[in-house]
């Protein structure tokens, strides 16, 4: 054995990996940063510009800002975003409101039926929402809902995986915690509110944070129960303006509203991405 | 194959980046295995005998200083190609192989004209696994078998390659005390049968004591003495190497060498020739003292405890480090008196003197007891 | 202590109200409109039960079309992306310096909207009178011909969309990949090493087997969601997707409840369960798979 032809190799193939590894990276964090620079790049060139450059400039040395004036003023994006904004504020508390009584329930209080209860529960985990869409159209459509908040918010409050998240969760308060605010005169609602609620803060913030992620890039639903302008959400619109907006072929402005829309949740992930990702990592997934 | 350390030194950022700096953990380590011995490194937990352990098997590159297999120099050998078995702490059995597998699998990844057969291979993992007793669970995974179950497959594993060296990392430290006796025996036995260079780490110096045929004393990175278990524990270099070896501990006194005789509290206990005028610290082997109605060194009996075939005296001086000391006296059977007062004489090989940097204070009739 | 606690059943009761509108009673009601033949929409009427709505979507060639639109991309882009996600992840946990910084771009199509990117990547590949686009400009680079990706040919359409669902569902892989290869101790990495194993031993043997089922967590995972795509292709071909060529099977559905073609739920409804059907029958198959080469520990 050649102990020197041994160690050279293995010095060469590190180098050699550390080489790879650095391409691989390097070139993917490319691949993905790339449609976020070109979307910014051209919503900052002048229509004019965008449409004289046959071949596309990779950078741009007169940028304007008007691409966003356009954006606001010729279509209703502000509009969108703030149905958005009341869409994502109001489902999201109403989710809140009913996965942490549910959770209370499961994970606290005793009734008949409580762990049959549950599976049930938890079996409906495996309902893909395109099978439930159909009949939950016809019925906003019959109700006359759609068109409206209601018919948007009522049918996207739920999620079991959340209940089944916090439920857990809530399950690792030991029970002393309980028979002592229970000795102390406490009552079930003071408890979870004063109580549970604190201590299992962490997840209740992933959990608004994942239903603010899907609130906000939903479209199916949106798509399916809206037609009129004045209840479109930040997707229904980007598409409307990709089909009818800017006169179709203003890209620089849809590239405007495009950084607008991305905008709130890349800032929301900057600021809470250890959060995100654990949350993500523990149960969200992308459909 | 011997293995020589020479002035290995491993120094590693510090934990916290904002102190800075570096940790040294082990500092001009010089040492050399003999071929077919087992040595014990021996130190307090975070002393750098781990890391000592990994530098030899090569999964931490030393800082400086050179290791030699035989006489080639391996330092910047990668591990796989070193041939060394090492035996984790917590074992690192693979979990999703049977333990068939996991023997198996040093063999499979020997290339070229080193590779054996399937047969061979297979007969060679066999007989790995009757050497350490398991050959009759070869078809379990690792998570169906108890601790001491599961350190046998780390060592056939480690050791199925015949490999030049073998390390074992904390070997017993996972095993229940009844376990952890009946495994350094066999570890010992084994050694033996295969003649492998061994070393092994451990914070139990009885353990070390036991089975080893050299012990390395470490404390903060650097060597504190090497030698047989019997010569360091006889004759240990300093203060720190007096304490750590030996149940119970040795036990410590405020003294003072006056005149080469040593004195504590107002009592002269023993000749000391050759020794200077000045304060000491005592140290005294609990096996070291006789009680006899007219010993110089006189304590207060607190009470005794019968262990057997001996009876522990706990007692009380002034003088004392700390609270009690402890006297072991081989006991004749009879139930004796417990008067308040104890006197004792000293056996002078069991009086160990050191200096106030805590180093060995040598006389010039030590060493002939 | 507390044996029977009514109160419980009123802290349910709102997610009862919610679940059961919206989710348990539509579930059932979906599998009745799929065999309620003519339903009429305004009317409420239907003229009889049977398996007409099943064998009318299987006959109609733009469910076939997007039959075979989503196979393929189901087909092509799960292999694909999990494939590259092993390696992003691999090489991710290689290394320590700027590994942060790596996980937090790599994880940024997670949180963008998929019509809203997929403007983006539709004026990258788009070729106009005006201009052929970035993608072109890239290809002629490399000496290639000018492809018109959008409204071109099928395979070009085709590797558009599996590009950009790849694009999209990357980050979620990478993030399991990473978190599961950091959950192998070092230690086996360590032992396996001493054992004189190689590097790709090492992968193949230790590692891969130990992640193994993150990563078919992932594959099933995978195939449920490429088998449900429709945003991408929207934001890639615009809402017309049978124009495009480029429909998928959950975009027929809605395509048949409403739209253009809109207002027959029966059709829809069959539709629906057929995808249902498949998603099952490929998740069992996956199931049966893996009890022979999924570990778990």
Known sequence: MDYEQIEKNARRRKCLRDILLGLVLCSWAVIVLFPF??????????????????????????????????????????????????????????????????????????????????????????????????????????????NSFLGLILPSVTSVFYIYLLKENFSQIPDELYYAAKVDGTSDFKYLWKVMIPICQPTIVTITILKVIECWNSFVWPRLITDDQNYFLVSVGIQEIRENGFGRENIPAMMAAVVVISLPLIALFLLFRKKIMAGVARGGTKG | MNVTLQNLT???????????????????????????????????????????????????????????????????LPTENRGVGLVFQNYALYPHMTVLQNILFPLENLKGKDRPGKEEMRRRAVEAARLVQIDSLLDRKPSELSGGQQQRVAIARALVKMPGVLLLDEPLSNLDARLRLQTREE????????????????????????????????????????????????????????TFLGTPPINLFDGRVEKETLYIGGEALLPVPGIADQAVTVGIRP????????????????????MGRDVSFVCTNDACRKETFRAIIQSDGTEQSHPETVRFRLKPGKVLLFDENGSRLRGTNHGKE | MEKNNPKGYLYLLPAFLFLGIFLVYPLMDVFVYSFQE??????????????????????????????????LLVIITVPLSTGLALLISLCLSSIEKLRDFFQTVFFLPYVTNTLAVGLVFMILFKKTPYSDGFMNLLLN?????????????????????????????????????????????????????????????????????????????????GFIGAFKAYSDAVALFGIDLNAAGMNTIVGFVYDMLYGRSGGYPSYASAAAVILFAIVLTITCINLLVSKKHVHYI
């Open chain 2, 10 to 76: 491993k120094k590693f950022p510090n934990r916290n980046k904002k102190a800075g700096g570096e940790v040294t953990a082990v500092n001009d380590f010089t040492f050399e295995v003999p071929d077919g011995q087992l040595i014990g490194l021996l130190g307090p937990s975070g002393c750098g005998k781990s890391t000592t352990l990994y530098m030899i098997c090569g999964l931490q590159a030393p800082t400086s200083g050179r290791i030699f297999f035989g006489d080639r120099d391996v330092t910047d």
């Open chain 3, 141 to 221: 680079a490399f000496g290639f011909a000018s492809v018109d990706f959008l409204s071109g040919p099928y395979w070009a359409k085709m590797l558009v969309l599996c590009l950009y669902t790849v694009w999209i569902v990357m980050p979620f892989k990478i993030l399991i990949l990473t978190s599961a290869l950091a959950s192998v101790s070092q230690q086996y990495h360590n032992a396996a090493r001493v054992d004189g194993a190689s590097r790709g031993r090492i992968f193949w043997r230790i590692t891969l087997p130990m992640i193994s089922p993150s990563l078919f967590y992932l594959v099933i995972t």
């Open chain 2, 187 to 242: 570890i010992r036995r084994i050694q033996r049968q295969t003649g492998i260079t061994t070393v092994f780490v451990t914070h139990d110096q009885e353990e070390a004591m036991s089975i080893s045929d050299q012990i390395v004393v470490m404390k903060e990175g650097v060597v504190q003495q090497t030698g047989k278990p019997q010569e360091v524990y006889d004759n240990p270099c300093n203060l720190f190497v007096a």
């Open chain 2, 287 to 306: 096996e070291g003292f006789v009680p006899e109605e007219q010993g110089p060194f006189s304590c207060r009996l607190l009470r005794t405890e019968i």
């Open chain 3, 38 to 71: 003519n339903y009429n929409f305004a009317s409420q009427t239907y003229t009889g039960v049977g398996i007409y709505n099943f064998r009318y979507v299987l006959r109609d060639p733009f469910f076939l079309q997007a039959l075979k639109n989503t196979f």
């Open chain 1, 37 to 146: 620079y070109w979307m910014l790049l051209t919503s900052v060139k002048s229509y004019g510009s965008y449409n004289s450059e046959f071949i596309p400039r990779l950078f741009t040395l007169s940028p304007t800002l008007e691409n966003y004036g356009s954006a606001f003023s010729q279509v209703p994006l502000g509009r969108y975003f703030l149905n958005t904004l009341v869409f994502t504020v109001i489902t999201t508390a109403l989710m809140l409101f009913v996965t942490v009584l549910a959770a209370f329930a499961f994970s606290r209080l005793r009734f008949r039926g409580r762990d049959l209860i549950f599976t049930a529960f938890l079996s409906l985990m495996m309902i893909p929402t395109e099978l439930v869409v159909i009949t939950n159209f016809v019925t906003v459509t019959d109700l006359n809902l759609r």
